[in-house]
């Protein structure tokens, strides 16, 4: 098991067993069980063994634990346990890998995209979508109460440029960036591309960018034309040195906005706002 308990204590050393609704002793021991054996998550088939009930008596169960605020419901037959300091908030907002390291679980994945990027911290303001890359669609839509968006990958390349993060894998700095520029439909906009570009130029590598965008293809190397199209032309600490030769086909930077602007002929990249729009994102 990944990750650091430290925050989590057994119940039992904390005497918490009333609350609201009467006495539930024997429902905390659940968790008190679990907890011991360090397990910060766990599944509904799990519970029912550990109650010894029926389905109907550990759905009970479970739902009143969640009511009094010591589980999280993940996703479908998953919960995590709340840390007791942070009783009354979601485990998706205050362990995000653990509430998708439960979700995806035997899966191949990773957390990517913009949800990668905001967990850098650059954005100004935090994303709600949770967007998770895996190699096969799931049947959820929600990991707690946030929306989540599943984009397929092939499995040789879903842990290309990925950390373990806790009990799940999510994009480096690196990868988060160069996928969001392949894919600006999953980041917003290129005014988002843009500060998270700004904010986090100095910190990433180019040749790890670089050489992550080969062996994506050429897609990857489209997205690398994009991140250096911006950072040249907003004077971005990104040294993206990849020549493009004078019959390489012009692309767009944002593939869903055709109207040309400007036309970078360095990179071969046709801008749908002006450099100055993009500038002001910065400047803001």
Known sequence: MLGDKSHIHRISDFSLYWVA????????????????????EFTFEEAKE????????????????????????????HYAIRPLGSLGTSAVTDDLALAVGAAFGGKQHRIAYATALSGFGLFSHPVRTVMVACEQQVRISQIG??????????????????????????????????????????IGSIDRLVEALANGAREADPDR?????????????????????????????????????????????DPRDERAVWIDDTFRVVWNVSIDELRAVIDN
């Open 21 to 40: 609704g009467g006495n539930v002793a024997r429902q905390l021991d659940l968790i008190d069980n679990l907890v011991a054996e360090g397990r910060t």
């Open 50 to 77: 550990l109650l010894g009930g029926s389905r109907s008596a550990t759905s009970n169960t479970l739902r009143r634990l969640t009511d009094n605020g010591f589980l999280d419901r993940v996703t479908h037959g």
């Open 145 to 186: 109460n946030r929306p989540l968006r599943v984009v397929i990958e092939r499995v040789e390349t879903i842990h290309l440029e990925a950390d373990i993060f806790e009990r799940t894998w999510r994009s480096t700095l690196e990868r988060a960036l160069l996928e969001s520029a392949m894919r600006v439909d999953l």
């Open 209 to 253: 960018i670089s050489q992550l965008a080969k062996q994506l293809g050429p897609r990857g190397l489209a997205g690398e034309r994009r991140l250096a199209t911006l950072a040249h032309a907003l004077d971005l600490p990104l040294g993206l040195q990849r020549e493009v030769g004078r019959r390489q086909p012009i692309i767009h930077l």
